[in-house]
């Protein structure tokens, strides 16, 4: 399988198709409440059983994409969200609906699953989560803005998740398809930084918890404590929608200037602040306030946890995996909103929530820290029973740039396996210097080729 990345925009479409459902749980829930009679803890529940069938779908493809290849799981999810959100929006019948959201939801977590690890795999991991991240923030922006004007009952939203899934579709075909059985041999090898991904998926995990406990139940926040219409809630969350495109933006743009663990953890504190501000609000400026910084910062924070949950592994199993332990914290969080709301009021819930996720803080940023942009260091790249390459960049007269400099991040190393018969046959003119042909340049390593 070729080691160049393939175009990132097929892995955005599908990470659009699979976390929309995510970013329309407000309106899900309250539709379901609103319009099937559904309570508040039950409408809840029915949201935590499509994030909880959707982390179950990325735990079963953690590590297999490769095998598998990446357009065959992808459609099979997007189909699956066609059929399950569809069945979902033309029936009334409870059992039914809940059937469709657990369909539905386990092909929003196979696609989810599908783009994350291929996220993995791009050069700038952090730049494709985060286009990611704008274009399904700008998808649900725009759903907000007209849902409400169109009624539908509790048909519309799941009719416009599968919508979408269906117009990704043809986006499959430029996906990967199975990689060849030596290429695949390496996935099953032992993960890397395996405490370090403990601890970042764990953190995940709380930390979206925390987020779509409010989430869930913001639009019930506005109605109910605030007063306000599903109209008013609407452009509320279409305008923090858009403060997150702003904020993604400006993540993509800043890149990795200040690393990993300054964004994460500056950024978790200010979201924690803003729970507590919009679970608090009594009128439409604090609450609109509240959700507008929520949301400014949310993805930006989220698209980081990403790119450092893809820098863990290559192949993606750690971006899988921890997208997945995140999946199942985002299904806990609407039913443990409704229940703390219900319990103890709106208020007391979002100092709750504000707590625990300041307890994340620490972790996670101690794992950016310590894994986020790993230096490179005499023996950090060695030529096969060779020093050390920034040594002998120090110690030669190598071209400068042409060895990356100590504290550069470490380069990844492409392998290139040649089958037995061709490695006997292999002689001095097979290898020449890269650049132009006919340089009469020798090769350093034209001997090793000799027997």
């Not at 379901?32 to 409408?43: F, K, P, T, V």
């Not at 952090?126 to 048909?155: C, E, I, N, Q």
């Not at 993960?191 to 930390?207: D, E, I, K, T």
């Not at 994340?360 to 790249?381: D, E, N, Q």
């Amino acid at each position: 399988m070729s080691s160049r990345p393939r175009a990132a925009w097929p892995l955005v479409a599908v990470f659009t198709a699979g976390y929309l459902a995510a970013y329309l749980l407000p309106t899900i829930v309250g539709r379901l409440s609103n319009y099937l009679g559904l309570s508040s803890a039950q409408a809840g529940l029915v949201g935590s059983a499509l994030l909880l069938s959707s982390a179950s779908a990325g735990f079963a493809l953690a590590g297999r994409v490769d095998r598998l290849g990446a357009r065959r799981p992808a459609r099979v999810g997007l189909l699956l969200a066609v059929a399950g959100y569809g069945c979902a929006a033309l029936t009334t019948s409870i059992p039914l609906v809940v059937a469709g959201v657990v369909v539905g939801g386990f092909g929003s977590g196979a696609a989810t699953a599908v783009a994350a690890s291929g996220i993995a795999e791009q050069s700038d991991p952090h730049r494709t989560s985060s286009l990611g991240l704008l274009s399904v923030s700008a998808t649900a922006g725009a759903l907000y803005l007209t849902v409400p004007h169109l009624g539908g009952g509790h048909r519309l939203p799941f009719a416009s998740i599968a919508l979408v899934a269906l117009l990704v579709w043809p986006a499959t075909a430029r996906l990967g398809g199975p990689a060849p059985v030596s290429a695949t041999s390496s996935v099953q090898a032992r993960l890397p930084h395996r405490r370090s991904g403990l601890v970042l998926a764990g953190g995940m995990l709380v930390w979206s918890m925390a987020q779509n406990a409010l989430w869930g139940v913001s639009s019930r926040i506005g109605a109910i404590q605030v007063g306000l219409s599903e109209v008013t809630i609407g452009a509320v969350f279409a305008a923090a929608l858009g403060a997150g495109l702003l904020g993604v933006m400006g993540a993509g743009m800043l890149g990795s200037r200040l690393g990993r663990a300054v964004p994460i953890g500056a950024g978790t504190m200010i979201i924690a602040g803003s729970i507590v501000l919009s679970s608090s609000a009594e009128d439409l400026g604090s609450f609109a306030t509240g959700e507008i910084a929520w949301n400014t910062f949310y993805p930006v924070v989220l698209s980081y946890l990403i790119g450092l949950a893809a820098s863990l592994d290559v192949r993606g199993r750690w971006a899988v995996l921890a997208g997945s332990a995140s999946s199942v914290g985002t299904a806990c969080g609407p039913l443990l909103g409704s229940v703390l709301s219900e319990q103890a009021g709106y208020a007391v819930m979002g100092l709750i929530l504000g707590a625990a996720t300041l307890l994340v803080v620490a972790p996670v940023t101690a794992v950016a820290l310590h894994t986020g942009g790993r230096p490179l260091v005499p023996g950090s790249v060695r030529r096969r029973g060779g020093a050390p390459a920034a040594l002998l960049a120090a110690t030669t007269n190598s071209l400068s740039g042409a060895v990356p400099k100590l504290g550069a991040p470490e380069q990844a190393v492409a392998e290139i396996s040649l089958p037995a018969l061709r490695r006997r046959r292999l002689v001095r003119s097979a290898f020449r210097t890269a650049g132009p042909s006919g340089t009469g340049q020798s090769n350093a390593y034209a001997s090793t080729s000799e027997r």
